[in-house]
């Protein structure tokens, strides 16, 4: 999974907090990740179904516009 753009709210966000644990099955929209940019709190939804298999980022981690944060397998 990508972080997607943020548009106006910047091009950097912090993570602060997994909604899954690795091995959880997430369906389309589940909420991935809460992060936080300067002007706003954000849930980052999965774009597909699957099971979260890997976590490329931890808690606290500043986070950029097109890094990937997460591996979902279908």
């Not at 106006?8 to 809460?34: N, Q, Y």
């Not at 976590?55 to 606290?60: F, K, P, S, T, Y």
């Amino acid at each position: 999974m990508k972080l997607p753009e943020f548009g106006p709210t910047g091009d950097e966000a912090d993570l602060l907090s997994w909604e899954v644990e690795l091995g959880d099955r997430v369906e389309l929209g589940t909420p991935l990740i809460t992060i936080e940019t300067d002007k706003a709190t954000l849930e980052v939804e999965s774009p597909v179904a699957g099971t979260l298999v890997e976590q490329r980022a931890e808690v606290g981690a500043t986070l950029a516009s097109g890094d990937v944060y997460a591996i979902v397998e279908a």
